[in-house]
């Protein structure tokens, strides 16, 4: 069984920096493309930064310059910096990988439970 387990989030003000981490555990044979996403309340979940597993990052136009994502491959972990925070900037952050679990070919898509930030003065 393989978990993704989000940790970092919380209470910032605006302009305020946070780093969120995820982890992933269980019976893992290997970690494809991860990310994070992001859900504000009554919006729909918007995905925020990707990184494959050699390092290439992407980022959605409303966090370029001000996220940035990296990964510990050794450690199945994925983080996500995050400064210049603002208010709408606001959501529950989302990890979600594709992993190949032990014994399996393929990857699957797995998500962690999600972690609250609130940006707020």
């Known amino acids: 069984q393989v978990q993704l387990v989000e940790s970092g989030g919380g209470l910032v003000q605006p302009g305020g920096s946070l780093r969120l981490s995820c982890e992933a555990s269980?019976?893992?044979?290997?970690?494809?493309?991860m990310s994070w996403y992001r859900q504000a309340p009554g919006k729909q979940r918007d995905l925020v930064a990707a990184?494959?597993?050699?390092?290439?990052?992407n980022y959605a136009d409303f966090v370029k310059g001000r996220f940035t994502i990296s990964r510990d491959n050794a450690n199945n972990t994925v983080y996500l910096q995050m400064n210049s925070l603002n208010i709408e900037d606001t959501a529950v952050y989302y990890c979600?990988?594709?992993?190949?679990?032990?014994?399996?070919?393929?990857?699957?898509?797995?998500w962690g439970k999600g972690t609250l930030v609130t940006v707020s003065s």
């Open positions: 269980g019976s893992i044979w290997s970690i494809n493309t």
């Open positions: 979600c990988g594709n992993i190949v679990p032990g014994g399996y070919y393929y990857g699957r898509t797995y």
């Open positions: 990184i494959a597993t050699g390092g290439t990052a």
